[in-house]
């Protein structure tokens, strides 16, 4: 119980980090002179350096256990935000950023390990839904809440405070969280980097699933956590205080999701789960491009939906992890982060291109952001449409791996 709680708080930080640009864009355009391209790149090089940083954290997390590597890589993060909040430019704010990414990425990944070590299959979407959903109260925690601090204190001392907290919760790592028991069969700990991460890839069985994976997360945490402030700001007018509490609330909305996928999950199992959210959640998008500028609480609206429907994220994660054995799951839930976080640092970086270039020909917000959201809603139905043809579980059905 410790260790869930020490995780709990570091993956709320993850979740604050992965969705606090949304809030404070306004004050780096400001103070860095950055446009939405650069803001998007921000986000992108975030999500990206997360993405890249799966390899080591899998291969650390078999070889050296979830304690070390939490706490060695949180030091990054530390480093990072420190230097974002000395950041003059848009470089040193790019750097920082990355390496904010790099210090997160194996957050999540050390409950995942030790849920799936400590518990079987069955109950892995359970114990991984819990921590993403109870955790995901960072994302709302970067609405209003970051709005009233940066309001009294300045985006800068916000973030070196931030800083500390971070450096608190390395600290916590080190001092309370517990490594699983060692595996029987040691020589597997001793894969290969690259050895390891050809296990995962050539498992046929999860070709279908990586499509899906890449863009399923991205279209949804891109709404969040860069799109959802300048959208209502600029075609309904919000101001500050508005945005930051429909952002509050699309995150919660995001966090209670996670937790409202699990008796469905339960009752039809994870496929069907995730394709009848996934379905809800194209339609929120192809109804925010149609009628999405009409009215302010019909667009809030559909945001509260993508946030509750599009984080499938636990339950694709139980369905892949089927194919998977004991000794492969440090690499197996890292790759597939990976998947999901390239993803989203790809869908990040082209929204930010594909407004800019729309905003360069004239369009205006509300021709813009329509053409975002076919853009995203499009992507999510195609790698669904993907995803539907893909294997429930291992042939043979009582093998973990495939």
């Known amino acids: 119980m410790t260790s869930f709680v020490v995780l709990l708080l570091a993956y709320i930080l993850s979740q604050f980090f992965r969705a606090f640009l949304a809030v404070i864009s306004g004050d780096l355009t400001r103070d860095l002179g950055l446009d939405q391209g650069q803001l998007g790149s921000l986000q992108a090089a975030w999500l990206v350096a ?3 940083s799966q390899f080591p954290v899998g291969y650390a997390l078999d070889r050296i256990g979830p304690r070390r590597t939490l706490a060695g890589f949180l030091l990054v993060a530390v480093a990072g935000t420190v230097i974002f909040g000395l950041a003059r430019n848009y470089a040193a704010a790019l750097t920082a950023l990355a390496l904010i990414g790099i ?13 799936a070590r400590l518990y079987s299959p069955r109950h892995f979407a ?5 921590l ?3 955790g995901s109260i960072g994302d709302p925690l970067s609405g209003a809440p970051l709005a009233y601090f940066l309001a009294t204190y300045g985006w800068r001392a916000t973030v070196f405070g931030l800083a500390g907290i971070v450096a608190l919760t390395a600290l916590l790592v080190v001092l309370l969280l517990e490594d ?5 069969n040691p020589t597997q700990r001793h894969v290969s980097l690259l050895g390891g991460v050809r296990q995962i890839v ?3 069985s999860l070709w279908l699933i990586f499509p899906f994976a890449f863009v399923s997360y991205g279209v949804t945490i891109s709404m969040r956590g860069l799109w959802i402030a300048p959208y209502l700001q600029t075609v309904h007018g919000f101001d500050l205080a508005a945005t930051s509490y429909a952002a509050m609330a699309m995150g919660g909305a995001i966090a209670l999701g996670a937790l409202l996928v699990l008796p469905l999950h339960r009752r039809i199992g994870a496929k069907p789960t995730v394709v009848v959210c996934a379905v809800i959640a194209a339609l929120a998008f192809a109804a925010l491009a149609l009628w999405g500028n009409e ?3 019909l667009a809030v609206g559909l945001f509260l939906v993508i946030g509750l429907f599009g984080v499938t994220y636990a339950v694709v994660m139980a369905h892949a992890r089927v194919f998977m054995s004991a000794q492969e799951i440090g690499r197996g839930v890292t790759f597939m982060n990976f998947v999901f976080m390239g993803g989203a640092g790809v869908m990040q970086w082209l929204s930010g291109r594909l407004v800019n270039a729309l905003g ?4 205006d917000a509300q021709a813009t952001f329509g053409w975002l959201f076919v853009f995203m809603g499009v992507a999510l139905a195609a790698t669904l449409a993907v995803y539907v043809v893909s294997p429930v579980e291992p042939k043979g059905a009582g093998s973990a791996a495939s």
Request: aromatic share 12%; hydrophobic share 40%; proline share 15%.
């Open 202 to 204: 050539t498992k046929r």
């Open 295 to 297: 009215s302010p609480r």
């Open 50 to 52: 997360f993405a890249l």
């Open 103 to 115: 210090g997160c990425a194996p957050i999540l990944m050390a409950g995942f390990y030790l849920a």
């Open 132 to 134: 993403i959903g109870f």
């Open 360 to 363: 360069g020909h004239g369009y």
């Open 126 to 130: 359970t114990m991984s839904s819990l």
């Open 180 to 184: 699983p028991p060692p595996l029987p």
